[in-house]
C-alpha cells in the first residue's frame, strides 16, 4: 500500500508557466510565455564566475552570502535610493527572489494571519500564503491600468493583517507604483502592526521617463518591510537563482532563521562574481533602456496584428488585449495559439485565484529582435 499524506497545498498544480513551456515545446511554437531572456548574458559575467572556480572559490561563504557582495549591495542602495543599509545586518544573498519572498512570509506568518494580496499576483505569492496557515485577502486591480484603489486596501486592513504583498514593476502587466501610491501604503500602515513584503526584481527594467518607487526610498516604509530582489532580472540569467533580501535588522533576524536551516548559503563562485561586476554600474543603470527597445521593436511588429497593446512601463511584459477578436477565455485563446500560430503567451487570468477574464494575453519581449518579429509575423492573421 503506498502511504498517503494530507496534502498542504490541495489546490495548487502545476504553474501556467510550465504548462505552456510544455505545450510551447511539443508544438515547436515560440515561447513569449515564461519571462526569461533568450539572448546571452554579458560574457564578463561567466568570465568572473569561472575565474572564481578557477581560483578556488568553491567551498561554502558566509551564510547570509558573501561580505563583499553584501558590501556591494549596500553601496548600491545608497546610490541609488539613499538607504545607508548595513551589509552585516540587513542583507542576505539568497536562491533567487522567489525563496527571498516565500522566506520572509514563512519568518512572518502564524496560523490565521491576513495577508492582502494584490491580482493578478505573481503566482508564488498566494500558496506561500497559504502552506503558512495565512488567510489571502485578495484585492484586484483596476483594470486596465492595474491600479491600486487606496480606499478599498484601507477598508480590508483588519486587526488580523500581518502583511501587504506589493510588487513593482508589476507582473504581469507592466503597472508601476508611483509616489503617490507608496503616500497612500505608507498612510494606510501608519499605526499598525503591518509588515511590508516588496517584491521588486524588476527595479532596473522601468522605462520612458519613469522612476522605480523603491520601498528603500522611504525610511517609513522601509522599517517594516522585506524588500526582495533578483540577480536573475537584473542580469538575464534567470536560471542562476540568484537574489537577496534587504530588511532592518529585527525582520531580517527573524528571516535569517528560516534561511539558515532552509538554504544556508549560496552558490559561492557567482557571489564572487557578482560582488566584482557590480561595480560596472552602466550594466543596471542602462537595463531600462535595452529592454525598453525590445518592447517598442515589438509593439511595432505587432502593429501588423489585431491585438491592442495595454501600457507598459516596465519589467518583461506587455499585455495585449483581443477584446473584439474572440470570445474564448484567456487560456483557451493562449492555447490555440501555440497550437494553430505556433506562440506562446500567458493568459493573465492565471495570476489570479478565482480567474478573472479581461480578454487579455502576457507577452514576454526579454528576446531578441528576430524572435520578437518570427511571432508577431506568426500572429498577423490571428
Ligand atoms: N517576482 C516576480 C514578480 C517575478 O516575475 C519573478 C520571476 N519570474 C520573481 C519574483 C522571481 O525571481 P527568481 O527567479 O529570482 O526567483
New binding site residues.
Given amino acids: 500500500m503506498t502511504a498517503t499524506f494530507q496534502s498542504k497545498l490541495p489546490n495548487v498544480g502545476t504553474t501556467i508557466?510550465t504548462e505552456m513551456s510544455v505545450l510551447a515545446q511539443q508544438y515547436n511554437a515560440i515561447n513569449l510565455g515564461q519571462?526569461f531572456p533568450d539572448f546571452p548574458m554579458d560574457p564578463a559575467i561567466t568570465e568572473l564566475v569561472n575565474e572564481a572556480m578557477q581560483n578556488g572559490f568553491n567551498q561554502y561563504v558566509h551564510m547570509n552570502g558573501l561580505p563583499a557582495l553584501r558590501e556591494a549591495l549596500a553601496a548600491k542602495a545608497l546610490q541609488l535610493y539613499g538607504n545607508n543599509i548595513d551589509a552585516n545586518e540587513e542583507i542576505t544573498v539568497t536562491?533567487?527572489?522567489?525563496?527571498?519572498?516565500y522566506t520572509a512570509f514563512t519568518a512572518l506568518l502564524q496560523k490565521g494571519d491576513e495577508v492582502i494580496v494584490f491580482e493578478p499576483a505573481?503566482d508564488?505569492y498566494i500558496p506561500n500564503i497559504e502552506i503558512n496557515a495565512a488567510v489571502v485577502v485578495s484585492i484586484p486591480l483596476e483594470f486596465p491600468a492595474y491600479s491600486i484603489n487606496w480606499e478599498l486596501v484601507k477598508q480590508k486592513i483588519t486587526s488580523r493583517t500581518r502583511a501587504i504583498i506589493i510588487?513593482s514593476p508589476?507582473?504581469p502587466s507592466g503597472a508601476l507604483l508611483t509616489a503617490t501610491d507608496m503616500e497612500q501604503l505608507t498612510d494606510a500602515v501608519r499605526d499598525t502592526n503591518i509588515i511590508i513584503i516588496s517584491?521588486e526584481?524588476?527595479e532596473h527594467l522601468v522605462f520612458e521617463d519613469k522612476v522605480h518607487q523603491s520601498v528603500l526610498k522611504y525610511p517609513e516604509l522601509y522599517k517594516r518591510s522585506f524588500v526582495?530582489f533578483?540577480?536573475?532580472?537584473t542580469y538575464h540569467c534567470?536560471g542562476w537563482?540568484?537574489?537577496y533580501c534587504m530588511a532592518p535588522p529585527a525582520l531580517m533576524k527573524e528571516f535569517r532563521k528560516v534561511h539558515q536551516f532552509n538554504c544556508f548559503t549560496c552558490n559561492s563562485p557567482i557571489q564572487y562574481a557578482l560582488a566584482t561586476f557590480l561595480q560596472q554600474e552602466n550594466a543596471y543603470r542602462g537595463l531600462g533602456k535595452f529592454l525598453q527597445a525590445k518592447r517598442d521593436f515589438f509593439m511595432e511588429a505587432m502593429k501588423a496584428t489585431r491585438f491592442v497593446p495595454l501600457p507598459s512601463y516596465g519589467?518583461?511584459f506587455q499585455l495585449y488585449s483581443y477584446e473584439g477578436m474572440s470570445d474564448e477565455k484567456e487560456k483557451d485563446l493562449a492555447i490555440r495559439l501555440i497550437k494553430e500560430y505556433g506562440v506562446a503567451t500567458i493568459p493573465v487570468s492565471a495570476f489570479y485565484k478565482s480567474p478573472v477574464e479581461n480578454k487579455v494575453l502576457r507577452f514576454c519581449f526579454a528576446k531578441k529582435e528576430e524572435t520578437l518579429a518570427a511571432a508577431a509575423q506568426k500572429l498577423v492573421n490571428v
Fill in positions: 508557466f519571462g536562491p533567487g527572489g522567489t525563496y527571498a519572498i505573481y508564488s510588487n508589476h507582473n517584491d526584481v524588476y526582495c533578483s540577480f536573475g532580472k534567470t537563482k540568484m537574489g519589467s518583461y
